[in-house]
């Protein structure tokens, strides 16, 4: 069992898939196993620049330096003849060349809809156009899908795939592998899409658990595609999703209604989440694992507590009598869809605007609790012996996430009430 393991983690196995996807490596099988010792690194590139890779994140631009992994693959005499063509630079810059653009760009933006940008848009929308009942529910399989996977990934600390691999993609290179969350959240998102929206509305269920297939084998190939995972990552990935999706699609659907009537239900919503965070286990070194982590729970937290106020209020209404099981699925008309465009230009506006505002208030709050120049922690380094910059982040993070996700369950539908652009649904949430 152990030696198949072993197997779907060789980084050759990686590289034979880029090149039956189109990638061409520099040079012949000689050149690309001949260094053995490369694979005992963590990563296919330096240490300084390792630490600097997590490059969306705006504290560590400061840190950054300017230079890329791709000058990491080749020699000095490799770059200075690249005369002979744009393939042959390619490659001598590079260490490789692409030569099917299609599988390129479909991998590109399959990675997305397992990207941070991709929940910061989805999420919003599917609750403000589509059924918030099914959105309770999705966010709450991906937060625990997530967070499963985060933690083991500090625990298993197992590296990228390293030489002879080159990679096309260098966000979350300072992770470490093991399991692949882009191939659990590839599984987790679109399946319990599907599934809960079996029990709500008329569709034929073949074409949903098509489109969740394609969905996730889409996203699951690209991380083997640009040398982000191993085939064992993505594998192990798929796998321990299915394993917790078996037990928790069920169990959801009777905690949403303890969520929503509960008045203690805040108190576990609001408390498991921080006591998550505040132990969260500790990694040999620092990664961005935990901060991300802490944006999931908190999202997820606010989103249900907003839940849990609307139902308190009143807000959510059972459906009617007359109204049965599933629900026959209604085309938006051609006001409805100017609505549902208005609802989501005002709402992502109002996403951002609190996420800037809120990130300014709650970091110098929490300095200033701490006794630290906020300027000065966020010039600071992140590692794991810099407990205030930690702590001062995971505060942040949770307060502005959970703002988001409260603003965005809550505060933004009762607004859109006002402006009479409500989606019809809304008050039919449970």
């Not at 560590?60 to 002979?84: G, L, Y």
């Not at 760009?105 to 918030?132: H, R």
């Not at 996203?219 to 640009?226: E, F, G, K, N, T």
């Not at 408390?271 to 070194?285: E, F, H, N, R």
Request: with cysteine; aromatic share 14%.
């Amino acid at each position: 069992m152990w030696s198949i393991v072993e197997y779907l983690k060789k980084p050759e196995l990686v590289v034979t898939v880029q090149e039956w996807f189109g990638i061409k490596y520099a040079d012949s099988k000689a050149e690309k196993y001949m260094d053995k010792e490369g694979a005992l690194y963590d990563h296919n590139i330096s240490p300084n620049l390792e630490r600097n890779q997590y490059s969306n994140y705006p504290e560590h631009k400061k840190h950054r330096r300017k230079q890329s992994d791709e000058s990491e693959c080749v020699s000095t005499s490799n770059k200075t003849s690249d005369k002979n063509g744009s393939n042959e630079t390619d490659i001598a810059n590079k260490g490789y060349q692409i030569t099917n653009k299609f599988w390129y760009y479909l991998f590109v933006i399959g990675t997305e809809l397992g990207d941070e940008l991709f929940y910061a848009t989805m999420i919003p929308f599917w609750f403000w156009n589509i059924d918030g009942a099914v959105g309770r529910r999705v966010v709450f399989v991906w937060s625990v899908v997530m967070y499963t996977g985060q933690v083991l990934k500090d625990i298993i600390r197992w590296p990228r795939p390293g030489p002879p691999v080159k990679r096309l993609q260098n966000k979350w290179s300072i992770e470490y592998g093991m399991p692949s969350t882009h191939a659990m959240v590839a599984v987790a998102m679109p399946f319990s899409v599907v599934i809960f929206m079996l029990d709500r509305y008329q569709f034929t269920a073949t074409n949903g658990f098509m489109i969740a297939f394609v969905w996730c084998l889409v996203v699951c190939v690209s991380r083997i595609y640009l040398g982000m995972h191993s085939v064992a990552d993505v594998i192990a990935g798929i796998v321990l999703t299915i394993c917790l999706m078996i037990p928790l699609v069920p169990l959801i659907d009777r905690l949403d209604h303890f969520v929503l009537s509960s008045a203690f239900s805040p108190l576990f919503v609001i408390g498991i989440p921080i006591l998550l965070i505040t132990y969260y286990p500790c990694s040999d070194k620092w990664t961005p694992t935990r901060g991300d982590t802490t944006m999931i729970m908190s999202v997820t937290t606010g989103i249900l507590i907003g839940a849990w106020l609307n139902y308190q209020l009143g807000a959510f209404q059972p459906p009617e009598l007359t109204s049965t099981r599933p629900y026959e699925i209604i085309w938006p008309t051609h006001r409805m869809l100017g609505s549902m465009i208005l609802r989501t230009i005002l709402g992502l506006c109002a996403v951002i605007a609190t996420r800037a505002l809120g990130k300014s208030i709650a970091y110098a709050f929490v300095c200033m609790l701490l006794g630290r120049d906020q300027n000065e922690v966020k010039a600071s380094e992140s590692t794991l012996e810099n407990r205030d910059k930690i702590i001062v982040e995971l505060s942040y993070k949770f307060f502005v996430y959970g703002s988001i996700g409260f603003i965005v369950n809550c505060l933004l539908p009762n607004v859109f009430k006002l402006l009479g652009i409500e989606r019809p649904d809304f008050y039919t949430e449970i």
